[in-house]
Structures are given as structure tokens and as C-alpha cells.
T-cell receptor, first 115, second 116 residues
Framework: DTGVSQDPRHKITKRGQNVTFRCDPI?????LYWYRQTLGQGPEFLTY????????KSRLLSDRFSAERPKGSFSTLEIQRTEQGDSAMYLC?????????????FGPGTRLTVT | AQTVTQSQPEMSVQEAETVTLSCTYD???????LFWYKQPPSRQMILVIR??????QNATENRFSVNFQKAAKSFSLKISDSQLGDTAMYFC?????????????FGQGTTLQVKP
């Protein structure tokens, strides 16, 4: 267990529905990342937070996606009007930015299936 | 833009033997970090080993070691005395050293099966 948790672990939804995922990072970690991993591929960066500020979003993150990290603690990733192409594993990772530390700690992921 | 390529989708090795996983990358950066992450079936991804590009010495962590060839942009992972618990998907990842985001760029992964 890395100390990063995600909920739910699995989500099946119908096309057009909205879904929300939650990530709880390691408590003292100031950075939080979201990645998307499709079957047989490596994770791809979606967005990241420095404390509560969302500082960068990938072009992969369409307008239907929104992420928040209120008070710099847990984070949520919402997908509106889901499409079949959104089916993937959504991974959260956290990190403490301190000199000499570069490791990101990953959660178990939320596997989304859009039918 | 940086890219990471793992050309071996699947590999297998007998328990107690040695296996090497390959990774190449493309970047114009001179300072960066390289990582190998392990993703066991249905479990969380964990860091196996890290290499700083400015260090000539190859990193080692117990049974895991790397062969870092900066000029060739190659970063292979050697697993010695393979154990059943090493069965997992392995990802090579790149991070720019002076990066505001610190985001990781991953390869496609190599699925390693350790056979008894």
C-alpha cells in the first residue's frame, strides 16, 4: 500500500452520464497528479495540482473533464457526458516537492467502463 | 517533446534467472531523471529504481540494476534472481529535471511473467 487511495475502484456507467472520482493523497504531499491509462498502454498525464492550485492541464483533458483539490487535500476528477472513449483506468499520484525527492506515489486507480 | 519507447510488450523468465527489460527515450534535455515503475496485477504502481542523468554510475537497488547509456538514450532494467513476485507490468518513465510540473512520461510497458 502506497498510502494513496482512490474511490471507487471500479465504475460502470452509461454513455452520457456524469461520473466523479476521488483521490486521497498522502497527507503531507503538496503535489497531486491525475493520469489516464488505457489498456496495454502506459499512463498519460492529465493534470496536476500544487496544493489547491491546478497549474497545468494536458490537451487530453477536454472541456468535459474538470478536477478540483479543495484546501489542498483530496482531489476529485469529474467527467461530464461520458463517451465510450473515456473508458480507461484513472490513476492518481501524489508527491512531496522537496530537494532530492522525485518519487510519485500512485493510488490503485479507478477503472471506468462506459457502455 | 519527450518520448519513451519500450519495444518488448511481453517477456518471460524462469524463477531465479536474470532478465533485462529495454527502454529507449528521446529528448533534447540534458538534465533529467529516469525511472522504472512496477505495476503488479490489480495492485498499485510502485517505484523500482531511479537514475539521475547527471550521474554516470548506474543505479542499483538489491536485485534490480540499470544500464544507463546517455549518449544512446537507453535505460534498461536488469532483474537478477527473478522471483515469482516480480511478475508485473514494468514501465519506464522520464521526467525533466527542471520541470515545473514534474510530470512523468511513460513508455508503453513490458509485461513480465516469472515462471516457477
Amino acid at each position: 500500500d502506497t498510502g494513496v487511495s482512490q474511490d471507487p475502484r471500479h465504475k460502470i456507467t452509461k454513455r452520457g452520464q456524469n461520473v466523479t472520482f476521488r483521490c486521497d493523497p498522502i497527507s503531507e504531499h503538496n503535489r497531486l497528479y491525475w493520469y489516464r491509462q488505457t489498456l496495454g498502454q502506459g499512463p498519460e498525464f492529465l493534470t496536476y495540482f500544487q496544493n489547491e492550485a491546478q497549474l497545468e492541464k494536458s490537451r487530453l483533458l477536454s472541456d468535459r473533464f474538470s478536477a478540483e483539490r479543495p484546501k489542498g487535500s483530496f482531489s476529485t476528477l469529474e467527467i461530464q457526458r461520458t463517451e465510450q472513449g473515456d473508458s480507461a483506468m484513472y490513476l492518481c499520484a501524489s508527491r512531496l516537492t522537496r530537494q532530492g525527492t522525485h518519487e510519485q506515489y500512485f493510488g490503485p486507480g479507478t477503472r471506468l467502463t462506459v457502455t | 517533446a519527450q518520448t519513451v519507447t519500450q519495444s518488448q510488450p511481453e517477456m518471460s523468465v524462469q524463477e531465479a534467472e536474470t532478465v533485462t527489460l529495454s527502454c529507449t527515450y528521446d529528448t533534447s534535455e540534458n538534465n533529467y531523471y529516469l525511472f522504472w515503475y512496477k505495476q503488479p496485477p490489480s495492485r498499485q504502481m510502485i517505484l523500482v529504481i531511479r537514475q539521475e542523468a547527471y550521474k554516470q554510475q548506474n543505479a542499483t537497488e538489491n536485485r534490480f540494476s540499470v544500464n544507463f547509456q546517455k549518449a544512446a538514450k537507453s535505460f534498461s532494467l536488469k532483474i537478477s534472481d527473478s522471483q515469482l513476485g516480480d511478475t508485473a507490468m514494468y514501465f519506464c518513465a522520464f521526467m525533466k529535471q527542471w520541470s515545473n510540473t514534474g510530470k512523468l512520461i511513460f513508455g508503453q510497458g513490458t509485461t513480465l511473467q516469472v515462471k516457477p
